[in-house]
């Protein structure tokens, strides 16, 4: 897997300032939230400087990268998708796919907006096509594939919002057809892919800026009914309409059935070769003939297959010959990999490396300090100087811009959230100084978009349903007697089922997992104890996956000053924490952590 260097990144600094005179705002009955447009008045305050800028690509640049992908996959002569080897001992290909619709009928990009067509090369230049799915503004997820081996902030290009492919004019020019281009700064596929298998077959691209089309929601590992034998289902791609020409890419954009088959039917058409559940295949049988037959083809893969709404599958292989008799098209099944899907969708931090950062305030002068996670260690890498005045901050990236924001209340109990470093923080509740618990776990509601979870002064818990955009839905209440713990933490998934979690402490510091369910009544399973923090533990901060495995972790610091991560294993029975370890002493010096 080939990842950015972050020596093409420079500084930017957020302002954080303690307004001098609140905005007046609109409070939502009997919670105390507010909730406005406006931006707060800065005075003299805490600043959080040193946030890191992606460099976008020029749009001359992703241009001659897209036409010169294509060009030179014309060019190729390429053998059409191979199905996976039959020897374990086959080698990895380090090279790009030949990737894998034929019958189907044309669409447009507003039937399915989040459509996203992937144009890059190898290192020796042979350029290629696939499929992809926006799951969020700057995420796409695609097949493995079409990532592994490709150094995609070199080479690749992300077009969306439109249903053609780039086409050349007679004067030499290309009409890309209203496409937004982009570049794909961060690349991920599944670290047990395997070229000889096509296993684990999955990958996520993060682009160097937002789009702004509507994402398609990712299925839950629970939809089970979605994977039923005949469910309706359909798949989309400008993948090749022959199965024996090979430059046959469709120039519009195409949908076709592929309902949902049955595991037998699979490994009745493609024996070991179909991996049962990390596979599933879809669409009618292939009667050997293009003109009778509707099955993706090459230049489909790493696109999506939908059912009821919801990406349930990534195109991924088939026969070599695509219209071959009884041999269905394959995809990576969602549902195994949602977890992890999700883990690098939400996976903004402070330094833009992608793992989870720690932000430590100083007793003794206020200064607040940024350490970034070097997997088993931490580096402290900024000062950000005075921050006095702030009672509790939460890292969240609650615009999904792939920057981490941060959410702060300051000692009158009004809560701002700093999220660009060329505007003032906004204003986001007012007088919670009396709440015991402020957090932004993730996404409890099953829509993706990162939540607010709050336990007030009365003990009550509710949930804020986050609008993806920095603002939130009126509150649901979720529970009462939360009054009982001294401690809610949560940010990201324990549990490894792509929901987020949290984690509660109560008296003599039984610690329980509240597991999220994905929904806004019933937002948690029934607790279970998952440790003891006791006496000698008097700091539990959550900030996200901080040794890169896509779990959640939990820092604890012990009361000599200690600091221990508790990494997350992802399962979701039994204990939810690998053996701890050590991250340092002399902690006892920060009284804020964040």
Excluded at 397 to 419: E, F, I, K, M
Aim: net charge neutral; hydrophobic share 35%; proline share 4%.
């Amino acid at each position: 897997m080939q990842i950015r260097t972050r020596g093409g990144r420079h500084k930017r600094r957020i302002r954080i300032a303690v307004p001098a005179v609140a905005a007046v705002v609109a409070a939502l009955v009997g919670t105390g939230l507010a909730m406005s447009g406006s931006q707060a008045a800065e005075t003299e305050g805490p600043q959080l400087g040193s946030r890191q800028q992606i460099d976008p690509l020029s749009q001359q640049e992703l241009r001659s990268r897209t036409i010169e992908a294509m060009k030179a996959d014309k060019a190729s002569k390429r053998t059409l998708v191979q199905q996976p080897s039959s020897s374990s001992s086959s080698s990895e290909t380090t090279s790009a796919p030949s990737a894998r619709i034929i019958g189907g009928s044309t669409t447009t990009i507003s039937a399915a907006p989040w459509m996203a067509q992937l144009h890059f090369a190898d290192s020796l230049g042979n350029g290629y096509f696939c499929g992809g799915v926006v799951v969020a503004p700057t995420k796409v997820a695609t097949a493995a594939h079409c990532v592994k081996g490709i150094k995609w902030y070199e080479t690749g290009t992300v077009i969306t919002g439109t249903d053609q492919l780039p086409t050349e004019l007679s004067d030499g020019s290309w009409d890309f057809h209203g496409g937004v281009l982009r570049g794909a700064y961060r690349q991920w596929n599944h670290p047990a892919y395997s070229a000889a298998t096509i296993d684990n077959d999955v990958a996520v691209l993060t682009l160097t800026s937002p789009v702004s089309v509507k994402p398609l929601p990712i299925m839950q590992n629970t939809d089970t009914a979605l994977y039923t034998p005949g469910t309706d289902a359909k798949v989309y791609g400008w993948g090749r309409t022959s199965s024996t020409v090979t430059n046959s890419a469709s120039q519009t954009l195409k949908v076709a059935d592929a309902d949902i088959n049955s595991n037998s039917a699979c490994q009745t058409a493609y024996g070991s070769s179909y991996i049962v559940g990390h596979m599933i295949c879809a669409g009618a049988a292939p009667t050997g003939d293009d003109s009778t037959s509707e099955t993706t083809c090459n230049g489909d893969s790493g696109g999506p297959l939908v059912a009821g709404g919801k990406l349930v599958g990534l195109v991924s292989w088939g026969d070599q010959n695509c219209s071959a008799v009884g041999k269905y098209g394959v995809y990576a099944k969602v549902s195994t990999y949602s977890a992890p899907i999700r883990a690098r969708i939400n996976d903004a931090n402070w330094s833009g490396d992608h793992t989870a950062d720690l932000l430590a305030r100083r007793a003794s002068d206020s200064t607040l300090f940024g350490w970034t996670s070097k997997v088993t260690s931490l580096t402290r890498q900024y000062n950000h100087g005075y921050f006095g005045g702030v009672t509790l901050m939460v890292q969240a990236d609650l615009n999904r811009d792939d920057y981490q924001d941060l959410l702060y209340r300051l000692s009158n109990g009004d809560v701002y959230w700093a999220y660009d470093p060329d505007l003032a923080p906004k204003l986001i509740a007012k007088g919670w100084g009396a709440h015991k618990q402020i957090l932004v776990p993730g996404d409890l509601t099953g829509d993706d978009l990162p939540d607010m979870m709050t336990v007030n002064s009365s003990g009550n818990a509710y949930l804020y349903p986050g609008k993806g955009t920095g603002a939130f839905a009126a509150p649901v209440l979720i529970g009462a007697g939360w009054g009982q713990y001294g401690i809610v933490r949560g940010h990201g998934d324990f549990t490894g089922d792509g929901r987020a979690d949290i984690l509660a402490r109560g008296a003599g510091g039984a610690t329980y997992l509240y597991t999220g369910t994905g929904k806004a009544t019933g937002t948690f399973a029934a607790r279970r104890l998952v440790g003891t923090f006791g006496s000698s533990f008097n700091a539990l901060v959550t900030t996200g996956d901080v040794n890169s495995d896509g779990n959640a972790d939990l820092f604890v610091r012990d009361t000599t000053g200690k600091l221990w991560l508790y990494p997350g294993n992802g399962k979701s029975t039994g204990g939810i924490f690998a053996t701890r370890v050590a991250f340092g002493t002399g902690w006892q010096a920060y009284n804020l952590f964040g």
